[in-house]
């Protein structure tokens, strides 16, 4: 959790999730969304599915280039196994999948019937108008794909009573893997945000300090990001900041949210900051240890992080199995006094969500392949002292070498 805000990149401008001019500009992944599709059909068609219906708004992004920041409401994409799609969305939203050429037909419903009509018959539910598109291409009756862990069961039930399907398939996974391996389009996006990310990252480490508190450094290193992202004018930006300082910050402090607490000597603070351009996600986390010398623990775990965290790159740059990947960077851990105090994974993907497939946990057999995008980098919890880690943004290069977007910190920082 942290604090998110979003908007044009106007310095200090207006929260807004409504900006997609430029997610649809020419060289942009927006042109892309016609392979995509067609790569869905495919999906379909080796799934012996007439159709898959997506209902995460992300995989709705990623294959319509629609998006709307009203969650609540049931969105679709419908892809048929000939290609053919429809975008079922609400009557408010369809001004701007028009305006921006969202991919596909659209279908849209209201959420309130006219004055003087019957409502019954006039305001069809989300559902209904999700079964009428999937009814325009001709599946009724058909065997459907549905993601089942993004569609409400009372969704589902009202669309199966009505087109009847022969059987649902959970095809929850396939879009992720599609967005496992990054075009060349969608990696500059994340190379800006990653830029952004950085010039942020600097002026929080600058600002902290004793007698700070928590919500002081989230402002500095907004303003950081909204003063970088006003250079990119062509972009709409998001941003998330966070930061928890001392025992808060152990084991789960991370997820908490910076209050007015104000930095003490013997404090490790720590940060994690993230900005998204057009859609792409970067994210970095970091630990800074405020007063001194930091004690013999923090040091051993700030060096065991690291090692772990070199040890998942050298993995990467051999072209292993994500999971290969994970068991490298363990091996370091569970040798350590600190494997009790490290419970996550070491990585995940990093694309249009901060986390996504593969994930660098064992047992997981994605071979790390060129186009990938990968936060890597694990947490150790001092229980009652604080959170360090070592973390770091990089991206497999067409020959299998890594580029850093976001480098690992090579000591750990004290101020």
């Known amino acids: 959790m942290g604090h998110t805000e979003h908007a044009r990149a106007v ?71 000939e290609g053919q799609s429809v975008l079922a969305i609400p009557e408010l939203e369809r001004p701007i999948a028009e305006r921006y050429g969202a991919a596909g037909a659209v279908r849209s419903y209201r959420d309130r019937a006219p004055a003087g009509a019957d ?21 009724r009756g058909q065997r459907l794909g549905f993601e089942l862990g993004s569609i409400s069961y009372a969704d589902l039930e009202r669309i199966r009573q009505a ?47 004793r007698g700070t508190t928590e919500i002081e450094i989230v402002r500095t290193g907004l303003d950081a990001g909204w003063a970088a992202a006003a250079t990119e004018p062509d972009h709409v930006f998001t941003f998330f900041g966070n930061t928890v300082s001392g025992p808060r910050s152990d084991a789960g402090g991370g997820h908490d949210l910076a209050r007015a607490r104000a930095i003490q000597d ?90 996504e497939p593969p994930g660098l946990a064992p047992g997981v057999e994605t071979p790390i392949t060129p186009g990938m995008v990968l936060r890597v ?9 604080g959170t360090v880690t070592c973390k770091c943004l990089v991206r497999v290069g067409e020959d299998g070498d890594l580029v850093f977007l976001i480098e690992p910190a090579q000591a750990l920082i004290c101020v």
Not at 29 to 35: F, N
């Open 11 to 81: 310095p200090y401008g207006p929260a807004c999730t409504a900006a997609h001019d430029a997610r649809h500009k020419p060289g942009k992944p927006g042109t892309a969304i016609a392979a995509r599709l067609e790569q869905a059909a495919s999906l379909v068609r080796q799934g012996d599915l007439a159709a898959a219906v997506f209902t995460n708004p992300v995989s709705v992004r990623y294959l319509s280039g629609f998006y709307a920041s009203a969650y609540s409401r049931l969105i679709a994409v419908i892809a048929s196994r």
């Open 119 to 139: 409502a019954a018959a006039a305001a069809p539910t989300p559902a209904a108008a999700c079964a009428e598109a999937i009814e325009s291409l001709g599946l």
């Open 163 to 209: 087109v009847a399907p022969r059987e649902v398939v959970d095809v929850s996974s396939w879009i992720p893997r599609m967005r496992a391996i990054k075009s060349p389009a969608e990696i500059a996006l994340i190379e800006t945000a990653a830029r952004v990310v950085g010039a942020a990252r600097e002026r929080v480490i600058a600002a902290t300090r």
């Open 266 to 355: 013997g404090d490790l603070v720590f940060y994690a900051w993230g900005a998204s351009c057009d859609g792409y996600w970067a994210m970095a986390g970091r630990t800074v240890y405020v007063g001194g010398t930091p004690p013999a623990e923090v040091q051993e775990a700030f060096r065991v992080a690291r090692e772990s965290t070199h040890r998942a790159l050298d993995a990467l740059r051999s072209g292993r199995r994500a999971g290969e990947v994970a068991v490298a960077a363990d091996a370091v851990i569970d040798g350590s006094p600190f494997r009790d105090m490290c419970p996550g994974t070491v990585g995940a993907g990093m694309g249009m969500s901060m986390s």
């Open 377 to 385: 980098g694990h947490e150790i919890y001092l229980y009652g002292r």
